[in-house]
């Protein structure tokens, strides 16, 4: 599975943006997904995942109720909606895929994206 993400910017503080994850590869609908950010010094961090069929999703404290993942699976595309945001939500943000359930687990996914920069002025 290969992942290619985009859409990431910069917003001022409360805006808004949606990121994208195209992946490509066989059995798209096989794999968990997960987003995960990592912010200049220091750790990646996770953010959010999404199961296989869409059905249960797991977020971060620090995002939970600002931010919505969802995919489409006819479309081999996950998404990450993130509203309200913040200065401290500024960081690379990863996909990643992993075969089965979702995890917390960075090291538990075997496909990540190339990254994509989200900046939040305050």
């Known amino acids: 599975v290969q992942l290619q993400a985009s859409g990431g910017g910069l917003v001022q503080a409360g805006g808004f943006l949606r990121l994208s994850c195209a992946a490509s590869?066989?059995?798209?609908?096989?794999?968990?997904l997960g987003w995960f950010r990592q912010a200049p010094g220091k750790e990646r961090e996770f953010v959010t995942s999404i199961s296989r069929s869409g059905t249960t999703t797991n977020y971060a404290d620090s995002v939970k109720g600002r931010f919505t993942i969802s995919r489409d699976n006819a479309k081999n595309t996950v998404y990450l909606q993130m509203n309200g945001l913040k200065p401290e939500d500024t960081a690379v943000y990863y996909c990643?895929?992993?075969?089965?359930?979702?995890?917390?687990?960075?090291?538990?996914?075997?496909?990540w994206g190339q990254g994509t920069q989200v900046t939040v002025s305050s």
């Open positions: 590869g066989p059995t798209f609908s096989d794999y968990a």
């Open positions: 990643a895929a992993r075969f089965g359930l979702t995890s917390y687990v960075g090291s538990s996914y075997n496909y």
